[in-house]
């Protein structure tokens, strides 16, 4: 515990340190702390013994597997995802890896615009989990790579366990007593990374009935650096007009590389619908898809939703299995380019890693996610989902600051061919099963 308050101590020390530097020297991005940091070895192949295998089968019978590993800039990474609810005789795989692609943090008088994935040491300073925060789980020991000399690499970070989300569904049964209902589970894994005084939390949580809830929690300590912004771009949250924390946007991306079915020559499809109107009349709805095959910058519209399409798997209805995507609440920051769409499907490309400020080439290539979308033909499309929260302070967020969430869900569309949790009494339900009673 000791050695930790020091190493953080010390990582905060350094971030302001940087953060000082980098506006005496005139700069306004976050290039300068990153180009002063160590660069991390390329990942390793992934290892997928006992230890970093995580499987867990939910009270309603549905079961997920995956491979956990551990990235010295994006932190927690999950790799070879595959849900297999009751009925189905093998694991359908959804995901080769699920990451965060970057946090992009911009204050809003221009004096400061971090890259916390791959400028602040995000992975860095992975925290120590006590015990009463994975309740009935388990945590388990990660060991940080390329860790700083002094500072022991091995931290009590990653938390697995089980939690209830309340109704899975509700049904109420032909005769007067005969209710269907069903409380859902979820496998939760997460970790909580500290940059600068914030502490975020990466979630990860796989619901019984397929869909899977990405979200990123804020917390810790507001800034204490930042309370002098008393000309609109503020709010005092100490005694009348004092300490004004300044406003700020938290960017938060995923990198999302689909393999379902076990390939990843997945197809994009975007749908939109259109309301006409007709007077007295009930207005109609008509909803028209896009095939995407090509590389796109996807700006997000009530009506309109993408999803990701298995090449080969199909499911008992003979309908191609897919995933969607199920947005979260979003502020998109128009301040850079990278952060001006909801989302992006790129073709796969090995070096493109980090939605901004991207070290990961070792060959001339643009740094951020919107330049990757170049017309390229997808054959292995790359989603990118783009997040943003601009966070205006209150005084409730001190102290400790409440969690703050962002996020996003997959969900599946015609993975099984009927809701995986359906009772047996109710299997037989499947299409126009009322038709001939
Ligand atoms: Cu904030």
Redesign the pocket.
Same mark, same amino acid.
């Given at each position: 515990m000791r050695a930790n308050r020091i190493r953080h101590a010390r990582s905060r020390t350094a971030v302001l340190g940087l953060a000082v530097a980098a506006l005496a020297a005139g700069l306004t991005t976050g290039a300068g702390p990153a180009a002063a940091q160590p660069r991390t070895a390329a990942a390793a192949a992934a290892d997928c013994s006992a230890a970093y295998r995580i499987e867990q089968k939910l009270a309603g019978g549905t079961t997920w597997r995956m491979c956990w590993r551990y990235d010295g800039m994006a932190g927690l990474v999950l790799d070879d995802i595959t849900y297999q609810p009751k009925g189905e005789p093998k694991p359908i795989k959804v995901l080769d890896s699920a990451r965060l692609g970057q946090i992009h943090v911009p204050y809003d008088d221009g004096k400061a615009e971090y890259d916390d994935l791959t400028g602040q040491d995000f992975a860095k300073d992975l925290m120590n989990l006590a015990p009463g925060e994975c309740p009935g789980g388990t945590i388990k020991t990660v060991k940080v790579p390329d860790q700083y000399p002094g500072i022991d690499p091995n931290v009590k970070g990653l938390c697995t366990t089980t939690r209830a989300r309340g109704h899975a569904y509700r049904m109420q049964g032909d005769s007067a007593n005969k209710v269907y209902q069903a409380q859902g589970k979820d496998l939760l894994v997460y970790t909580v990374n500290q940059v600068g005084w914030?502490e975020y939390m990466t979630e990860y949580r796989f619901q019984d009935d397929g869909t899977i809830n990405m979200n990123v929690g804020?917390t810790g300590t507001?800034s204490p650096i930042d309370y002098d912004a008393g000309d609109g771009r503020g709010w005092p949250i100490g005694k009348g007009a004092k300490a004004q924390a300044t406003s700020?946007s @938290?960017n938060v991306f995923w990198r999302l590389d689909f393999a379902l079915d076990g390939s990843t020559k997945n197809r994009v499809e975007q749908y939109d619908s259109t309301v006409t109107p007709r007077g007295n009349q009930t207005p109609t709805t008509k909803t028209v898809r896009t095939k995407v095959t090509k590389e796109l910058a996807g700006d997000a519209k009530t009506y309109r939703w993408w999803r990701m399409v298995s090449a080969t798997g199909k499911n008992k209805d003979g309908h191609a299995r897919s995933y969607e995507f199920v947005p979260g609440p979003t502020t998109r920051y128009p301040g850079r380019s990278f952060t001006k769409h909801d989302i992006y499907f790129t073709q796969y490309d090995k070096c493109e890693l980090f939605a901004s400020n991207n070290p990961k080439c070792d060959r001339a290539h643009p740094k951020d996610v919107d330049k990757w979308v170049g017309g390229q033909t997808l054959t292995h499309p790359v989603a990118w989902v783009n997040v943003g929260f601009h @966070?205006i302070a209150r005084d409730e967020d001190q102290q400790p600051m409440p969690v703050?969430w962002q996020g996003f869900s997959i969900a599946p569309r015609d993975v099984t061919a009927m809701n995986p949790l359906t009772p047996a009494a109710l299997a037989g339900q499947n299409g126009n099963y009322t038709g001939g009673s």
């Open positions: 914030y804020a507001l700020h @938290h @966070h703050h």
